[in-house]
């Protein structure tokens, strides 16, 4: 059997007329990264216990062994989701131990610096 590149993706537009930031969130682990991209009004606010506020924009689940790096995946995703703008916000679930806004995997040999990403990302 062979190894897909892409497990899976969905996309949904938002109403046109709204504007909106982009948020992106994701899980990254030894094996996968699964990405989400929200557009949220910068109106909006953040109640403790409540679903975050935004509308799904595009989600999409990679298999990392098909990628040099973290960067790279984000990279892909944001142009795949044919994104507006660079995300405002981003947070994300790594496999390891983060120091210093970093993660160096435990298992797979890769690193997630947050101003390298940023910085990569414009």
């Given at each position: 059997?062979?190894?897909q590149r892409h497990a899976h993706s969905w996309l949904h537009?938002?109403?046109p007329g709204k504007e909106a930031v982009l948020v992106l969130v994701g899980d990254c682990g030894g094996t996968n990264t699964r990405l989400q991209l929200y557009a949220v009004s910068p109106s909006a606010t953040v109640t403790t216990?409540?679903?975050a506020p935004g509308?799904?924009?595009y989600e999409k689940h990679y298999l990392n062994?098909?990628?040099g790096g973290f960067e790279e995946v984000v990279k892909l995703f944001l142009k795949e989701a044919n994104a507006s703008s660079t995300p405002s916000a981003a947070c994300f679930a790594v496999a390891g131990p983060v120091d210093k806004n970093a993660v160096t995997f435990?298992?797979?040999n890769?690193?997630?610096d947050g101003p390298e990403v940023e910085s990569s990302l414009g």
């Amino acid at each position: 059997r062979t190894k897909q590149r892409h497990a899976h993706s969905w996309l949904h537009r938002m109403p046109p007329g709204k504007e909106a930031v982009l948020v992106l969130v994701g899980d990254c682990g030894g094996t996968n990264t699964r990405l989400q991209l929200y557009a949220v009004s910068p109106s909006a606010t953040v109640t403790t216990g409540a679903k975050a506020p935004g509308d799904l924009v595009y989600e999409k689940h990679y298999l990392n062994a098909a990628y040099g790096g973290f960067e790279e995946v984000v990279k892909l995703f944001l142009k795949e989701a044919n994104a507006s703008s660079t995300p405002s916000a981003a947070c994300f679930a790594v496999a390891g131990p983060v120091d210093k806004n970093a993660v160096t995997f435990t298992n797979r040999n890769w690193r997630i610096d947050g101003p390298e990403v940023e910085s990569s990302l414009g």
